[in-house]
């Protein structure tokens, strides 16, 4: 039992004096946050984290076979060696309590001071706390964009490509958005859960990668290797288990983005349900215009675009336009995804499209239909918000255009650096050879697979069938994996 007086913090110290936010052994420094609010943020944290291998699942069923398990392995990395990253310096780059408009210090880290004083995000929630969820989110922002390897990266140099681009892109750009010294942040752009850091520079990261690598070599056609024609998903089922995984993490990506649990905390997850149905839905109508059939691959595709175009949307747009910014978003997603062979680029996965793209999109929208009064349901923000052109603040669009913007262009460009950079370091090629590409990056990284597995019938009916989200099909001459 304690010797020692323990009493409650009834006012937190000034940060610059105790940036912990008091003395554990002789304060209880619980005792100023509801417990209800630290209840959600930590399950919402667990429910966030499984996003990472949720893509894993989704990418791996996308791919052929030869390079599924390429994808769980990068879904693991991304968990393992991101989130380590997060702790040493990460948090401390867009998380420190500096005064510039472009990017934090190292004041945090490996988490040095991160305890219970009140978090940037809220108040209401500790920094120790905040961190824990922030966490999660570079992990699956990494992940996104790993799949832009597709079948055709080395394992090695991926994995030093992911690790600096989060240094140099992500950080970056979460300092802009998130950090209130951050100049997006002061701009007035609304961004409520990281359509910027998250959507748009993965998905124009994935662009650049793919640029760089070039098109993957195919067992077809001169003019199918010239469209960079899809391939049909190895295992749809795998897909769509995936997705459900996402979407069920999604609630608490947007949902616990308000930093405790209040009114719009709900409103949130009711926008985030919403958009995705509308998203999967448009998807598929346009599906089956274009080819009288449906897909697994597509309503997938479909609800996922709606939930990018939702994420910087959900805590300011009127729950009645949340089908709406999902839909749109979608249908943007969709004729990107199927028309992009015209730029010669080989993207397979569309992380571009639903990602960058959607993610443009949404920011947009959020312009659009951002009422004053949602963000007010924290019994807080008050006035303190404009809205969009739903209230009539006209200039709103204009924040948003230079908020998706500056993270794509951001994002191309210092993605592009980094992979020239790496490509020229002696050992880090970011190619695989093309006979290991034919064979498969399973077969060249993994134990878990071994020669006889490619004569024990592992290839499925569609193994070289291109595919596009227009629903057709064409047999092609293809050589055994």
């Known amino acids: 039992m304690s010797t020692v007086t323990i009493t409650p913090v009834t006012e937190w110290p000034d940060y610059a004096n105790n940036p912990q936010g008091g003395d554990p052994i002789t304060q209880d420094l619980n005792a100023p946050y509801n417990k ?30 030869k390079a599924a398990l390429t994808m769980v392995f990068q879904s693991l990395f991304c968990a393992c060696a991101c989130g380590i990253q997060f702790w040493i310096y990460g948090f ?20 040095h001071d991160v305890l219970a004083a009140p978090s940037l995000a809220n108040s209401d929630i500790p920094d120790i706390l905040y961190a824990a969820y922030g966490m999660t989110f570079v992990t699956c922002t990494a992940m996104i964009l790993a799949g832009a390897m597709l079948e055709r990266g080395r394992l090695f140099p991926s994995m030093v490509f992911l690790l600096c681009w989060t240094t140099f892109v992500y950080y970056v750009l979460a300092y802009f958005e998130w950090n209130p010294e951050g100049w997006l942040y002061k701009l007035g752009a609304y961004d409520f859960a990281g359509s910027g850091p998250v959507h748009i520079a993965s998905g124009f990261g994935a662009l650049a990668w793919s640029l760089m690598l070039g098109p993957r070599v195919e067992n077809s056609t001169a003019a199918s290797r010239k469209k960079a024609v899809h391939f049909k998903p190895h295992n749809p089922f795998l897909v769509g288990l995936g997705t459900v995984f996402i979407w069920f993490g999604w609630y608490s990506f947007n949902g616990a983005s308000t930093a405790n649990l209040l009114l719009r905390s709900i409103y949130v997850v009711v926008n985030t349900n919403l958009a995705a149905c509308g998203g999967g839905l448009s998807w598929q109508l346009l599906e089956y215009a274009h080819s009288g059939k449906f897909s697994i691959l597509g309503f997938c595709s479909g609800i996922i675009s709606g939930l990018v175009g939702i994420t910087p949307a959900a805590g300011y747009v009127p729950v009645y336009v949340a089908v709406v910014v999902g839909g749109l978003t979608s249908v943007a997603a969709f004729y990107v995804t199927k028309y992009k062979y015209l730029i010669g680029v080989d993207e397979g996965l569309d992380i571009w499209a639903i990602h960058g793209v959607g993610g443009v999109v949404g920011d947009l929208l959020t312009g659009l239909f951002a009422a004053q009064w949602v963000p007010a349901l924290d019994g807080v923000s008050g006035d303190s918000y404009a809205g969009g052109w739903w209230d009539h603040h006209w200039k709103q669009l204009g924040f948003q255009l230079a908020a998706a913007c500056t993270c794509a262009a951001w994002s191309f460009v210092v993605s592009c650096i980094l992979l020239f950079v790496i490509n020229k370091i002696p050992g880090l090629h970011l190619r695989v050879k093309e006979e290991d590409e034919i064979r498969g990056l399973d077969y060249k990284y993994f134990h878990d697979l071994d020669e006889e597995n490619q004569d024990m019938g592992f290839l499925t009916p569609f193994e070289g069938v291109p595919y596009d989200s227009g629903g057709s099909t064409a047999p092609v001459e293809t050589k055994k994996d």
């Open 36 to 65: 209800g609010d630290l209840c959600w943020m930590l399950v919402s944290t667990v429910l966030c984290w499984q996003i990472t291998p949720a893509i894993g699942f989704l990418y791996a069923g996308m791919h052929r076979r």
């Open 92 to 111: 401390s780059l867009y998380g420190a309590r500096t005064t510039n408009g472009i990017l934090g210090d190292l004041s945090l880290v490996a988490f």
